[in-house]
């Protein structure tokens, strides 16, 4: 019999034998359940990845007692990108029951690293496999992912990122990536130079501080003829960032250009008509929602920057699976891709 058929035909046994320990520890391995110390476990995965052995998910989901159970905690408020994703969710519920998969969401305040961490110590490992969260670099919010962890619920990080946690999976764009394409757009907008300002929501969210990164980078590499300032930071609400924009555009009356890297576009659009100076302004801002849609077709915003909440939530749901039944330490999804949007390509 070949090597590649042993491998095909390798169950649970071969990877205990494999690794020399038992097969509850296997199943603890598999299972992302607590109890195992480190070595052992990397016992186990060489075992899995020598003997090529994969597990039949679907056949996990009917051999288990109770549905899958994935828990996302998105921010409420006035974030229309964040309404966006808890829509994508609620679309694929239906699909989802039918795969024996509940999925619940949980609208938590908008930047309260605290709210959010005391919810995720509140979820039962006997109810809840898998956290979906939208985080700040909060030291109580790192403490609650490694917690959930070490309980047995895979947590994962969806939009922004938490690197240094135990968190188990991470699905958003490349948002170093994002701002230097920003900065890239802003440049050839702006050849001539000029002022350009920057309004984040938070810079304790970690997409933002790299989108921040990569525009700073880029811009001042590629295009150091323009002058920046900021970045202001208007907490992704509507009045507070419209009020920044109308506090820049008094203090600059010769302000070239505007990257929003956060969110808050209502009260930038907003803004931007009262001041009756959109039309001198190059402006880029980030996810297709209503008011940059609506920024876009008036000419308000030249450029938007999309993530795509619905190819997000498939992947976090084919992640979250993986996780919880899969064999792999690391789940492998498909890369976000950034759309770049113009009022000509709108879909």
Do not use: W
Not at 165 to 194: K, W, Y
Request: net charge negative; glycine share 8%; proline share 3%.
């Amino acid at each position: 019999m070949s090597e590649d058929k042993v491998k095909r035909r390798a169950t649970v046994h071969d990877v205990a034998r494999a690794a020399g320990v038992s097969l509850a520890t296997v199943d603890r391995v598999l299972n992302g359940r607590p109890g195992v110390r480190a070595a052992t476990a990397q016992k186990v995965d060489e075992a899995i990845q020598s003997l090529g052995f994969s597990r039949d998910l679907n056949a996990s989901l009917m051999a288990r007692s109770r549905d899958l159970s994935i828990v996302f905690f998105i921010p409420d408020g006035s974030n229309e990108f964040m309404d966006n994703l808890a829509e994508a969710v609620s679309r694929r519920f239906d699909a989802a029951l039918a795969d024996r998969i509940h999925l619940e969401t949980r609208r938590v305040r908008a930047l309260d690293s605290a709210e959010l961490a005391r919810s995720l110590d509140a979820l039962d490992v006997a109810e809840c496999d898998c956290a979906v969260i939208v985080a700040s670099e909060a030291p109580e919010l790192i403490a609650a992912v490694d917690a959930a962890q070490r309980r047995g619920i895979a947590v994962m990080t969806l939009v922004s990122d938490l690197p240094h946690s135990a968190r188990r999976h991470f699905i958003g764009i490349d948002n170093v990536a994002a701002g230097r394409t920003a900065a890239s757009l802003m440049g050839r907008f702006l050849p001539q130079g000029g002022k350009v300002a920057i309004v984040a929501g938070s810079l304790h969210l970690r997409d933002h501080a790299e989108r921040l990164d990569g525009f700073v980078a880029a811009l001042g590499g590629e295009f150091p003829a323009l002058v920046l300032i900021g970045p202001l930071e208007g907490h992704d609400g509507r009045s507070e960032t419209a009020a920044i924009i109308e506090a820049l555009l008094a203090e600059h009356p010769d302000l070239a250009g505007l990257y929003n890297l956060g969110a808050g576009n209502g009260g930038l659009v907003s803004a931007l008509h009262a001041s009756g100076r959109a039309s001198g302004l190059r402006v880029i801002a980030h996810e297709l929602t209503a008011p940059t849609r609506a920024g876009l077709m008036e000419g308000v915003i030249d450029v938007v920057l999309d993530q795509n909440p619905d190819g997000e939530i498939r992947e976090a749901i084919a992640a979250a699976r993986t996780l919880a039944l899969g064999t792999a330490r690391e789940a492998v999804t498909d890369r976000i891709e950034i759309g770049i949007f113009l009022k000509d390509n709108l879909r």
